[in-house]
């Protein structure tokens, strides 16, 4: 039940306002860090578990004794990307070494000549290439190419003149003071400038925005090779192709076909001299946190300006941050075994069976699908794929992740990226490993892959508020019950309902049942779309997709409170809503409203609730409470 610690009773009603009746005495007592846009939820959780890391690191470090090779090299990366003297000492030097070949290319046949290495380099590229499972046959891997970034967070926000040309300022003012530190005159550094937002206009042009990303399935356009060739003239791509991978693929999968009909239009022999400048300058830009401090710090003002961010982070959080991205699956693995205890992963486990095999009984009963769409159904959760606190072994490429100490730190850090994409590269003959964890157990998240079909839970979000074995079992499945049903939810969301039990590209459904799922759809996009919030508007088509998981969830969790004994509705829907508690920059919330398919920590507490009878129950809400909804509104997908 609440207790007086936990809410504020004077200010709200529970009816009117789940999130804030829950969260506001935490809301008033959180403080966000100098170097973070938000404080509480997974960011406190994602702290909690980077300063214990941190301790792990310097106790490991101070001893000289590691658990394994692996994590001597991840204490070796960290002691050398905190030595703030050393990387002092070497500036920049380091990254304009790395970046003189751009130099050398004066004509295109040259460039065409020495492409492979840029690549390999990380070198700025007007295409990117990366070794992909195919969504069609998801056994095996295919080349997928697509677009370059863009400098501001999406290309959605080029159509606002006023909005683009302030952050573009914005970021031209870091340009300038790191080409200044490279050694460029100010003559140099406004035609430098001046060519790369030319540039950077006409890739915005083209490329996709996050809303449109955010419907993945619309990556898989398999094109001839030769095709693709014609279109990136006078890019020379099957001689790319050749030196990557030894011979030309007969097809690639094209992920942003609008770019690369225009991909003329920004790679030519006129705009070739603006492309290397473009590359020059972001290549550069994006190395500066390897560099001195100054020039992290310079180099990191762009995005947290975005986000509101005060301060820099610490020489000794960054070097971490570092080490951990590189080691990941090693530190997960550490952190995983030594942290969470045989006992919590056998729970945790006894939970999720329970809720696949809930969703399962919620679809065989379902009286709205037919038969045929419901066995298709059973079937992908049968095969889905559970992986849970942490993996038994690290995968063999972290055995190829050794470096030279005696090079600087930008140095080292490209050298393993390399050895990095020359093993995606080589997995393309490989069959797709089904083995391989998408997150590190060290990582405060969960997430579905929906072209293997399985779903990852790493051991850091398995603790309170998400869950423990101290909480009550009501708690538990108002959190990580409840972000468990969410992640099978991705399985049957807007994209996941696409692909079969395999993770391939297969429409299973009846065509009167694929109708129906639509339509229910559509009615989910309409419950959150145009809601206005302080910071902004929410998109409802852009968040369909979690918002479905996010109900999902909340229906297959609120069935097996249903249906057990001495449970509490109370406190199942005060920890859904503890699990969103978050407060932030209004800058960093504006930006995730733009580029985050999640909506926002509020609307993710009190909209799920309204589609459900438990919750009117609960609280005995009424027609005049601000969470009722009238049930012609309500929407259960699953």
């Given at each position: 039940?609440?207790?007086?610690?936990?809410?504020?009773?004077?200010?709200?009603?529970?009816?009117?306002?789940?999130?804030?009746?829950?969260?506001?005495?935490?809301?008033?007592?959180?403080?966000?860090?100098?170097?973070?846009?938000?404080?509480?939820?997974?960011?406190?959780?994602?702290?909690?578990?980077?300063?214990?890391?941190?301790?792990?690191?310097?106790?490991?470090?101070?001893?000289?004794?590691?658990?394994?090779?692996?994590?001597?090299?991840?204490?070796?990366?960290?002691?050398?990307?905190?030595?703030?003297?050393?990387?002092?000492?070497?500036?920049?030097?380091?990254?304009?070494?790395?970046?003189?070949?751009?130099?050398?290319?004066?004509?295109?046949?040259?460039?065409?000549?020495?492409?492979?290495?840029?690549?390999?380099?990380?070198?700025?590229?007007?295409?990117?290439?990366?070794?992909?499972?195919?969504?069609?046959?998801?056994?095996?891997?295919?080349?997928?190419?697509?677009?370059?970034?863009?400098?501001?967070?999406?290309?959605?926000?080029?159509?606002?003149?006023?909005?683009?040309?302030?952050?573009?300022?914005?970021?031209?003012?870091?340009?300038?003071?790191?080409?200044?530190?490279?050694?460029?005159?100010?003559?140099?550094?406004?035609?430098?400038?001046?060519?790369?937002?030319?540039?950077?206009?006409?890739?915005?042009?083209?490329?996709?925005?996050?809303?449109?990303?955010?419907?993945?399935?619309?990556?898989?356009?398999?094109?001839?090779?030769?095709?693709?060739?014609?279109?990136?003239?006078?890019?020379?791509?099957?001689?790319?192709?050749?030196?990557?991978?030894?011979?030309?693929?007969?097809?690639?999968?094209?992920?942003?076909?609008?770019?690369?009909?225009?991909?003329?239009?920004?790679?030519?022999?006129?705009?070739?001299?603006?492309?290397?400048?473009?590359?020059?300058?972001?290549?550069?830009?994006?190395?500066?946190?390897?560099?001195?401090?100054?020039?992290?710090?310079?180099?990191?003002?762009?995005?947290?300006?975005?986000?509101?961010?005060?301060?820099?982070?610490?020489?000794?959080?960054?070097?971490?941050q570092l080490a951990s991205s590189m080691y990941s699956e090693p530190v997960g693995l550490y952190y995983g075994e030594k942290y969470f205890g045989e006992e919590a992963k056998k729970d945790i486990t006894e939970i999720v069976k329970?809720?696949?095999?809930?969703?399962?009984?919620?679809?065989?009963?379902?009286?709205?699908?037919?038969?045929?769409?419901?066995?298709?159904?059973?079937?992908?959760?049968?095969?889905?794929?559970?992986?849970?606190?942490?993996?038994?072994?690290?995968?063999?490429?972290?055995?190829?992740?050794?470096?030279?100490?005696?090079?600087?730190?930008?140095?080292?850090?490209?050298?393993?990226?390399?050895?990095?994409?020359?093993?995606?590269?080589?997995?393309?003959?490989?069959?797709?490993?089904?083995?391989?964890?998408?997150?590190?157990?060290?990582?405060?998240?969960?997430?579905?892959?929906?072209?293997?079909?399985?779903?990852?839970?790493?051991?850091?979000?398995?603790?309170?508020?998400?869950?423990?074995?101290?909480?009550?079992?009501?708690?538990?499945?108002?959190?990580?019950?409840?972000?468990?049903?969410?992640?099978?939810?991705?399985?049957?969301?807007?994209?996941?309902?696409?692909c079969d039990e395999l993770g391939n590209l297969n429409n299973w459904w009846t065509k009167a049942d694929e109708r129906k799922f639509n339509k229910k759809v559509n009615a989910m996009i309409k419950q959150f779309d145009g809601i206005?919030?302080?910071?902004?508007?929410?998109?409802?088509?852009?968040?369909?997709?979690?918002?479905?998981?996010?109900?999902?969830?909340?229906?297959?969790?609120?069935?097996?409170?249903?249906?057990?004994?001495?449970?509490?509705?109370?406190?199942?829907?005060?920890?859904?809503?503890?699990?969103?508690?978050?407060?932030?920059?209004?800058?960093?919330?504006?930006?995730?409203?733009?580029?985050?398919?999640?909506?926002?920590?509020?609307?993710?507490?009190?909209?799920?609730?309204?589609?459900?009878?438990?919750?009117?129950?609960?609280?005995?809400?009424?027609?005049?409470?601000?969470?009722?909804?009238?049930?012609?509104?309500?929407?259960?997908?699953w």
């Amino acid at each position: 039940m609440f207790t007086a610690r936990e809410i504020n009773m004077e200010k709200i009603r529970i009816q009117d306002d789940l999130y804030t009746y829950v969260n506001q005495a935490k809301l008033d007592e959180l403080v966000i860090p100098e170097d973070m846009p938000v404080a509480g939820g997974f960011a406190a959780l994602s702290q909690d578990v980077e300063k214990l890391m941190i301790g792990e690191f310097n106790a490991m470090c101070e001893s000289g004794s590691y658990p394994n090779e692996h994590l001597a090299r991840a204490c070796t990366l960290y002691t050398m990307a905190k030595d703030v003297k050393r990387k002092k000492k070497q500036g920049i030097k380091p990254a304009l070494k790395h970046l003189a070949i751009l130099k050398k290319l004066g004509t295109l046949r040259s460039y065409n000549l020495r492409a492979k290495e840029l690549v390999l380099k990380g070198i700025a590229m007007p295409i990117s290439i990366a070794v992909e499972p195919n969504m069609k046959d998801t056994t095996h891997h295919c080349v997928m190419i697509q677009g370059p970034g863009v400098i501001l967070p999406d290309a959605s926000y080029y159509k606002n003149e006023q909005q683009r040309d302030m952050m573009l300022n914005l970021w031209s003012g870091s340009a300038r003071q790191i080409l200044a530190i490279a050694g460029h005159s100010e003559d140099e550094i406004n035609a430098l400038i001046q060519d790369i937002l030319a540039f950077d206009a006409q890739v915005a042009k083209f490329v996709k925005t996050r809303e449109e990303w955010s419907e993945y399935t619309k990556m898989y356009n398999p094109m001839k090779t030769g095709r693709v060739a014609g279109m990136v003239k006078p890019l020379n791509l099957k001689k790319l192709l050749t030196d990557l991978f030894g011979f030309v693929p007969e097809e690639l999968i094209v992920a942003e076909p609008r770019y690369f009909k225009n991909f003329k239009e920004v790679f030519n022999a006129e705009t070739f001299e603006m492309y290397k400048n473009w590359a020059y300058v972001t290549t550069l830009m994006g190395s500066c946190s390897l560099l001195s401090e100054e020039l992290r710090d310079l180099g990191g003002g762009f995005r947290r300006a975005l986000s509101g961010i005060a301060a820099n982070s610490s020489a000794e959080k960054f070097a971490y941050q570092l080490a951990s991205s590189m080691y990941s699956e090693p530190v997960g693995l550490y952190y995983g075994e030594k942290y969470f205890g045989e006992e919590a992963k056998k729970d945790i486990t006894e939970i999720v069976k329970q809720i696949v095999a809930t969703y399962q009984k919620r679809i065989a009963t379902n009286d709205i699908l037919e038969q045929a769409t419901k066995d298709k159904a059973i079937l992908k959760l049968s095969k889905m794929g559970l992986k849970l606190a942490y993996p038994d072994r690290v995968e063999e490429i972290y055995t190829k992740l050794v470096f030279d100490e005696s090079k600087s730190l930008f140095d080292i850090v490209s050298s393993l990226r390399k050895i990095r994409m020359e093993e995606n590269f080589a997995k393309l003959n490989k069959e797709v490993d089904r083995t391989h964890w998408a997150m590190p157990g060290h990582m405060v998240n969960a997430c579905y892959d929906p072209f293997v079909n399985d779903i990852t839970f790493p051991a850091a979000i398995l603790q309170p508020p998400f869950y423990s074995i101290h909480q009550t079992r009501s708690e538990n499945l108002g959190g990580i019950g409840a972000v468990i049903g969410h992640e099978i939810s991705h399985a049957f969301d807007s994209n996941g309902a696409k692909c079969d039990e395999l993770g391939n590209l297969n429409n299973w459904w009846t065509k009167a049942d694929e109708r129906k799922f639509n339509k229910k759809v559509n009615a989910m996009i309409k419950q959150f779309d145009g809601i206005e919030l302080p910071w902004g508007v929410c998109n409802g088509k852009f968040t369909v997709s979690e918002n479905i998981a996010d109900n999902g969830g909340m229906a297959v969790t609120l069935d097996i409170m249903s249906h057990s004994e001495n449970v509490s509705f109370e406190e199942y829907f005060a920890n859904w809503a503890r699990v969103w508690c978050q407060k932030a920059k209004p800058e960093y919330q504006a930006l995730l409203l733009q580029v985050d398919v999640h909506g926002p920590c509020y609307l993710r507490a009190n909209m799920p609730p309204r589609n459900f009878p438990e919750w009117y129950a609960a609280f005995n809400v009424k027609k005049t409470d601000g969470m009722y909804l009238a049930p012609s509104k309500r929407v259960v997908i699953w």
